[in-house]
């Protein structure tokens, strides 16, 4: 098993751009969540999914979007990259939401 | 308001001693702790569990810790080794409540 697994590591993009994040689990989990973690704070949630078609928002959706189409991938779309999301991204999944979660290795997102 | 808080950003310990990390909850609906490890350029891995309905909870070097009436949960490793320096969030979660709240991190060094 592959886990959780994250593409790109690492991205640049220039203010105002539009970019998708992308995460995919082969554990068969029906949650998924994607949190920004930014220097000296915790994880902060962005999104969650309890099951393909459902998807509903965490502590920090702002600017950001996310379908879930199938168990195993669940996207994260930056609109209009703004600086205030430069952050490293994660994407984790579990049994249950409040269950153990596994997390991807993260991308590292600069705006410019 | 921040429910999870980790007071000490960082730790600093010797070889072969006892690590203690902290964590303080404001939520008394949180019935769920966890803690998760975290390498530089990784994603957070887990690393214990308690629930509400214990006091503690052992995995080898490393015992979890929860006192529901002062809102306090403790990771205590026992013997630390240079290999635990990380990065350790603690999370706890409601029942119901569809997600976990992160800590900010404690930042733990262990010398050798």
Known sequence: ?112 | DQQVKQNSPSLSVQEGRISILNCDYTNSMFDYFLWYKKYPAEGPTFLISISSIKDKNEDGRFTVFLNKSAKHLSLHIVPSQPGDSAVYFCAASATGAGKSTFGDGTTLTVKP
Request: contains cysteine.
């Open chain 1, 1 to 112: 098993n592959a886990g959780v697994t994250q593409t790109p590591k690492f991205q640049v993009l220039k203010t105002g751009q539009s970019m998708t994040l992308q995460c995919a689990q082969d554990m068969n989990h029906e949650y998924m969540s994607w949190y920004r973690q930014d220097p000296g704070m915790g994880l902060r949630l962005i999104h969650y999914s309890v099951g393909a078609g459902i998807t509903d928002q965490g502590e920090v959706p702002n600017g950001y979007n996310v379908s879930r189409s199938t168990t195993e991938d669940f996207p994260l779309r930056l609109l209009s990259a703004a600086p205030s999301q430069t952050s490293v991204y994660f994407c984790a999944s579990s049994y249950e939401l409040t269950d153990t979660q596994y997390f991807g290795p993260g991308t590292r997102l600069t705006v410019l």
